[in-house]
């Protein structure tokens, strides 16, 4: 580290300069010298004091300083965070945020679908797994209601989309169960399945049923084949 940065570290851990003079400090100095016109040392810390007791952002230790801008945190980055509603967030997590894409946009944009009050956890999760406002919007016209942000990441975690839901309906099954949605899209139960089914006389059956269905490889063809067979009067019939 330079002689340069390592004194702008110090300043910032002194309480000469606030973290956006630092990022300034930090970005002038690559390239030419830093110069700024003067102002009352004595009245500047004050002021400076005064936004770092109030504003949690700012409490920075030099080290957290350099780590944040070697993830690319900016100042612009952290008051658009805040101005969307999150505060109180630390070095560490401000990191997360920046590495997972959580923008301020996506925050506004998740929050206008319902999702408010999220912990950093959450949205990182949301994030990582695509559930964009669309997604979001979507599955609240199918899902009969809000679901909740951990069944908005396990259906788009398992490629569960609206479309699927809707047409497993439209198809004869009509079900909520978010976990019996995964499960059928999972096992490759599609709603053309179980239309061809339900078409040779199996209709009603259960969840389980369908994935054991596909599971053994029972397709109507294989129905149909063991319906024509010419068997004894007490079989069953299919």
Do not use: C, W
Request: glycine share 6%; aromatic share 4%.
């Amino acid at each position: 580290m330079t002689e340069e940065r390592l004194m702008i570290m110090q300043m910032l851990s002194d309480g000469k300069i606030n973290v956006d003079e630092a990022s300034r400090l930090l970005d002038a100095i690559g390239q030419e010298s830093y110069s700024a016109p003067y102002t009352d040392p004595t009245s500047r810390r004050a002021d400076q004091s005064s936004r770092r007791d109030s504003d949690p952002f700012t409490k920075f230790t030099p080290d957290q300083l350099i780590e944040l801008r070697d993830h690319g945190v900016t100042a612009a980055f952290i008051r658009e965070l805040r101005e969307a509603g999150l505060s109180d967030v630390t070095a560490d997590q401000l990191i997360e945020l920046a590495d997972h894409g959580v923008s301020s946009k996506f925050i506004r944009e998740i929050s206008a679908e319902g999702l408010r009050d999220l912990d950093i956890d959450h949205l990182i999760e949301l994030a990582d797994h695509g559930v964009k406002p669309e997604f979001i919007r979507e599955m609240r016209e199918v899902g009969r209601g809000m679901l909740t942000t951990d069944q908005l990441i396990e259906l788009s975690e398992h490629g569960v989309s609206a479309n699927y839901i809707r047409e497993v309906r439209e198809a004869g099954l009509d079900i909520e169960d978010i976990n019996e949605l995964i499960e059928l899209s999972e096992h490759g139960v599609s709603a053309n399945y179980i239309r061809e089914i339900g078409a040779e006389g199996l209709r009603d059956l259960s969840v389980d049923q369908l994935i054991e269905f596909v599971n053994h490889g029972v397709d109507p063809q294989y129905i149909r084949e063991m319906r024509d067979l010419d068997l004894p009067a007490r079989s069953v019939s299919l």
